[in-house]
C-alpha cells in the first residue's frame, strides 16, 4: 500500500512539473532577458557617466555584435562602432535605438512566418516586448497616450496567437489577420518615431532558426501538436492504474 501511495504521489509531481504554465495562465510570461535590450541600457548607463565611458560601451556592443550582424546585416554595427570611435555619446545612443526597432522588426517578422507554433510565437513576442520596454521610456517622454497605444497593440497581438489550452479547456482561436494589424501599427510607429528609412534587414531568416533556446528546450510541450500529448497520456495511464491498484489492494485489505 505504501508503495501504491508512492508511485502515485511520483506521478503526480511528475505531470504538475510537465504541463507548461501557460495551461494555467494567459501572459506574456517570462520575457527571457533580450540580449539587445540589456546590452542597450547597459551602453547608455555608460555612456551617462561623466566623462563617457565608451570604452565600457564598446565593450558591452562587442558581446552582441555578432547577433546583429547575423540578422541585421553589417552597417548598423559599423555605424555603432564609428560613433564610439568618434566619442559621439549622441550617435551611439541614437543608432542603438534604431537597432532596437529592427530588433523588434524582426522578431515579430519571425512570429508572422511562424504563427502555428504558439509556443515559439509566444517567446519571441516576448522578447520583442521586452525590447520596446528599452524604448518606453523615450515615446512616453514625447507622447505618453501613443506609449499606451503601443503597449495596447502588443496586448493584441498577444491574443492574437490564441491558446492551445490543456485537454479542449481554456482553448482559444489564433487570428493572424489581428496580429498583422498589431504588427504593422506597431512597427510604423516605432519607424516613424526612430526615423528609420526602412526596416528590411540584411541576413533576415524566413524560417524558425532564430529560436531562442529556451524555446528550443520547451517546445516539446507545446500541446497544439498532437505528438506532444503522448507523454501526458502515457502520465496519466500510470496515474490510474497506480489508483486501481491502491483501491484493490485497499478492499483486499
Known sequence: MKTSRFFFYIAVIIILNLIPLKAFAYSYGDPNKEAVAEAYKEMKEKLNEQPPNFAAAKEIFGTIKEEIDMHMGLEPSKAVLAAIEAKDRQAVIKDMEKILVLNIARRLDNIEANFDQYDTSKRLLAKAFATYEALSPIIQGKDPALDKQLRTEFDKALHSLGNPGLFGVGEKKSDINAFKKSKETILTVLQQQFGLKSLEV??????????????????????????????????????????????????RA
Open 202 to 251: 540584411g541576413h533576415f531568416s524566413d524560417s524558425a532558426t532564430e529560436k531562442p533556446d529556451e524555446v528550443k528546450k520547451k517546445e516539446w510541450t507545446d500541446l497544439s501538436k498532437p505528438k506532444n500529448w503522448i507523454p501526458l497520456i502515457i502520465i496519466v495511464a500510470i496515474i490510474i492504474g497506480t489508483a486501481l491498484i491502491y483501491v484493490r489492494r485497499r478492499k
